[in-house]
């Protein structure tokens, strides 16, 4: 076990160098969220009502924008065939890399998003489950995107390409997040059998996600 | 075996011996780096086998090889040292070998620069490092020469002379001369398979 937290070290220190990834996702979930009062004017109660949702996309597209560096920079300089021959599975590797990629790109999100919910007039009761929803529902966002980014890695500018892939696998991760908003903001509605089926689709992914993403890698070092 | 819908490397067959170097020779595209791949584990063989006497069909490639190919594995916004205690631990090797095999390899007093600045060879020096981290028995290098210059070459030779003498398998895929005490060739030639 050693060698996986030394792997998710590793990247979790590329991406404190680096830097690039969490700034981009960050500066874009901000401004995709500014411009959704100038667009559609200043309608308190119709920005009130659309908030869990442009929250929710706002955040699904910033998350989607460093997918495509979890494996292609490694794939480039060699690193990816010399982590096969490590103590790893490559499932292992793979989650190794979904984690590290949660932590630097979706966690600084989730931390965003309740501060871009007074942008939008998010009712006050909304601001504990939307960081609930965000913070179990966003693992998701990494595991099953893996799975596009270890699939188009042979691809340059495989970019809209992973967009195409994974953002229909993330459409119960959406839903189960919005219905559980909504349950709180517009009752009747139940939020806990929301949060719950949000976390089951996380957990869901944790598995799918790291197996998928493994064969993809497999196939790319032949 | 096959490469892009290309047959390469038809009836071949071959063993090593523990104690032996044996050098993969051929032209361009005659699959130097396809057989060590192969013998790696990457990629699987249309037919035949690659196997080990003396041990399980399934001893894991985390204990038997080291691999180093054409590309060296390097971050370069990790400084050498960093890249090379990665390795060191992912591979589970210790880090107390790391300092050591950066000294043999002449990088001890680049440990704190960032690898992306080192030139050619001394990229390739921090990656051949890598055998010296933890202890395995094989060796898989594909060009391990290659920007190496006159000096690091026979470092290189005389890690490579300790490892066979000690036991161990070198299997090298090269074009030049590694001035190694004792090895044996292994040329491959075009296959003549349908293309």
Not at chain 1, 164 to 174: D, E, R
Not at chain 2, 50 to 59: F, I, K, L, R
Request: proline content about 6%; overall charge neutral.
């Amino acid at each position: 076990m050693s060698a996986f937290w030394t792997l998710v070290k590793r990247d979790l220190l590329i991406a404190a160098r680096e830097g690039g990834a969490t700034g981009t996702a960050l500066g874009f979930y901000l401004i995709v969220i500014a411009l959704m009062p100038l667009g559609l004017g200043p309608d308190m109660q119709l920005l009130s009502r659309i908030a869990p949702g442009v929250l929710w996309i706002g955040l699904l597209l910033a998350a989607l924008l460093s997918l495509g560096r979890m494996f292609d920079t490694d794939q480039d300089e060699g690193v990816l065939e010399i982590l096969a021959t490590g103590p790893l599975p490559m499932e292992l590797v793979a989650a190794a890399k979904a984690l590290a990629h949660w932590i630097s790109s979706c966690l600084p999100l989730a931390i965003l998003a309740p501060v871009l919910g007074l942008l939008l007039n998010l009712e006050l009761a909304a601001y504990p489950v939307l960081v609930g929803t965000v913070l179990a529902g966003s693992p998701a966002i990494s595991f099953l995107g893996s799975i596009g980014a270890a699939l188009t890695l042979r691809s340059r500018r495989g970019g809209l390409l992973i967009a195409l892939l994974v953002l229909p696998l993330y459409i119960p991760t959406l839903i189960f997040g919005i219905s559980a908003i909504s349950a709180v903001v517009t009752p009747p509605g139940s939020l806990g059998s929301s949060l719950l089926l949000l976390s089951a689709v996380t957990i869901a992914s944790l598995v799918i996600g790291p197996i998928s993403a493994a064969a993809a890698l497999r196939m790319q070092l032949s | 075996m096959e490469r892009g819908g290309r047959h390469v490397l038809t009836e071949l067959s071959f063993s090593v011996e523990a104690g032996e170097a044996l050098l993969l020779t051929g032209p361009n595209g005659a699959g130097k780096t396809t057989l060590l791949k192969t013998i790696a584990g990457f990629i699987r063989p249309l037919s035949g086998r690659v196997a080990y006497s003396g041990a399980a069909e399934d001893w894991p490639l985390a204990e038997r090889a080291h691999y180093v190919g054409h590309l060296n594995g390097l971050r370069a916004t990790l400084t050498v040292e960093e890249n090379a205690r990665f390795w060191a631990e992912f591979l589970g090797g210790s880090t107390g070998h790391v300092l050591a095999a950066l000294e043999r390899f002449g990088l001890a007093s680049l440990s704190a620069i960032p690898a992306g600045y080192l030139s050619a060879g001394q990229k390739r020096r921090l990656a051949l490092a890598r055998l010296l981290f933890a202890p395995r028995p094989l060796w898989l290098l594909d060009e391990p020469s290659s920007s190496l210059d006159a000096r690091s070459t026979a470092v290189l030779a005389s890690v490579l002379d300790e490892h066979v003498e000690a036991g161990g398998i070198v299997v090298a895929a090269t074009h030049l001369p590694l001035g190694l005490a004792r090895s044996r060739e292994l040329r491959l030639g075009f296959a003549a398979g349908p293309a």
